[in-house]
């Protein structure tokens, strides 16, 4: 048995992330993103990128999970796989990691490619020495 607590849910978590990866908006970069987050009770909420065509208003897939998971009540995560169709996995961007980070560094990120590739990381190791909400008192 593993004693990995995120790999039960990797299933749903792939086929949550790919299904948001198919809906992706990506017209632009033509580069399509899915995110699913595993929610601490075991939920899977996710998010694909929406470009605009104002470029810079244009959100990643990472940052739409979220944003869908804080709105149905959950703030605190588990894991994210992201799934794209890279040739390798690919991380998460700056911008995401900050915000991820927002709910805890202590979070599994797993990207997948379409062609079967993965890699694993932990947040902490992503954003090392993050601004987070500890860092910030007024
Ligand atoms: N993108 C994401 O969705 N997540 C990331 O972490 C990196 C980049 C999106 C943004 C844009 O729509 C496209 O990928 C190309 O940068």
């Not at 810079?56 to 994210?80: D, K, L, N, S």
Request: charged share 15%.
């Amino acid at each position: 048995m593993s004693l990995d607590p995120v790999a039960p849910f990797l299933g749903a978590l792939h086929a949550a992330a790919l299904e948001a990866m198919r809906n992706a908006y990506a017209p632009y970069s033509k580069f399509h993103v899915g995110a699913a987050l595993l929610t601490e009770d075991g939920k899977v909420i996710a998010g694909c990128n929406v470009e605009n065509a104002s470029y810079p208003a244009g959100t990643c897939a990472e940052r739409a999970a979220i944003g869908a998971a804080v709105a149905a009540g959950h703030q605190r995560f588990r894991a994210v796989l992201i799934s794209t169709e890279a040739d390798t996995p690919t991380p998460p961007c700056g911008v995401c990691r900050q915000v991820l980070a927002e709910f805890g560094t202590d979070l599994a990120v797993i990207a997948r490619t379409t062609n079967g590739g993965e890699a694993r990381w932990v947040l902490a190791d992503l954003l090392p020495d993050p601004f987070t909400p500890a860092s910030f008192r007024h």
